[in-house]
């Protein structure tokens, strides 16, 4: 009787750990659960988190422009960057429609509109939204409207890399049967951890914010670091937007006492057409550059193994920016003072070109 009573006991009790166990299971999963709803976002949040959340330098509709698209949006043309963590970038400018990512703190957007609340940005190549209060005006100076009326050239910049490599390959010219990867792996700064990609669209923004002030038409590349566009695509995209020059901008990686600028052009004989005009426009924006940050060039690099001036159908060029593997290029590339100052060098650079091949075609 007692072996009965014993074994009775240690099923009742066997069981009712089973129960504690599922129930605390249970409970583990509803308290880390995460509910798809920001409540930091434009209609969900209250008046006392706006109140607690405004600051100097956020965005408020009102504080905009009154020129308004078909859709009801303020209309804009220019950069914000994310304020927070786990910033919700949704399809449609409501908390009900679907997200389609999730960004964290310092990501450069760029902003073509706002409405109620909501901000409109342009990522791979399509409308997004992102509640307003979640992102902040950057420190970039953009041009005014008027500036924007003062239109002479079109420029195509191209900054280098993005987050995702292409391992597939493609042929590095029209003609050629030699193939390399359609995009390699962004370089690393070996003293900041920053990566080249973000370096690159960062220094781009600012470069378009200062061509555009200057008169200039800008068009990027890419506007976002999770695009998937493989060398050749950013060449040819340059010649269907009728850019009168193309541009890239990278930061290489070599010996880490390797230093300073660097330019790369197609050699005479591939591209005879095109040549001096190359030439020119890469010598001027090394020549600002380095008169302006006392940086030193190691020249001109003529080349046909880069498949972006294979393709290319204007004058172009390739400038390295710095070598991420070289820890003073590295902080500088990094610094935000050194970028602006940086942009408006090359800047005069490519004005310079233009002042001189519009003197000649007169």
């Not at 970038?89 to 706002?114: A, C, F, Q, W």
Request: proline share 2%; hydrophobic share 35%; net charge negative.
């Amino acid at each position: 009787m007692k072996t009965v009573k014993t074994y009775k006991f240690i099923y009742i009790l066997m069981m009712m750990l089973l129960i504690v166990s599922f129930s605390a299971c249970g409970e583990k999963k509803d308290k880390g659960s995460k509910e798809k709803d920001d409540p930091r976002e434009a209609d969900s949040i209250t008046t006392e988190v706006k109140k607690a959340k405004v600051d100097s330098s956020v965005i408020n509709d009102d504080t905009l422009g009154t020129r308004v698209d078909s859709f009801g949006f303020a209309i804009c043309d220019d950069y914000v960057v994310t304020a927070d963590n786990f910033i919700n970038i949704r399809k449609e400018p409501n908390t009900d429609s679907e997200i389609y990512m999730v960004l964290m703190e310092g990501v450069d957007l760029h902003r073509t509109g706002t409405r109620e609340g909501w901000t409109r940005v342009k990522l791979n190549g399509s409308n997004y939204y992102v509640s307003s209060n979640l992102v902040q005006e950057t420190k970039v100076k953009w041009a005014t409207p008027q500036d924007a009326e003062k239109v002479t050239h079109t420029v195509f910049i191209d900054p280098a890399k993005q987050i995702k490599a292409l391992s597939e390959e493609e042929a590095i010219a029209p003609d050629s049967d030699k193939k390399k990867p359609q995009m390699a792996a962004s370089n690393i700064g070996v003293s900041t951890g920053n990566f080249e990609y973000e370096l690159m669209l960062d220094l781009a923004v600012r470069l378009k914010a200062e061509l555009t002030k200057r008169g200039f038409t800008v068009i990027l590349s890419r506007d976002s670091s999770t695009v998937e566009i493989s060398n050749r695509d950013r060449a040819l995209m340059a010649a269907s937007s009728k850019a009168e020059v193309y541009i890239k901008l990278q930061a290489g990686k070599a010996a880490a006492e390797t230093e300073g600028f660097m330019g790369f052009i197609l050699p005479k004989a591939k591209n005879a057409g095109l040549y001096d005009k190359s030439n020119r426009l890469c010598e001027d924006m090394l020549s600002f550059m380095t008169k302006g940050t006392g940086k030193s060039s190691r020249g001109i690099v003529k080349t046909d193994g880069l498949t972006s001036l294979n393709y290319c159908t204007v004058p172009a060029v390739v400038i390295n920016t710095g070598f991420l593997s070289n820890e003073a290029d590295d902080k500088a590339l990094s610094d935000n003072n050194y970028q602006a100052d940086l942009a408006k060098y090359m800047a005069d650079g490519i004005e310079q070109y233009f002042k001189e091949t519009d003197e000649e075609s007169k």
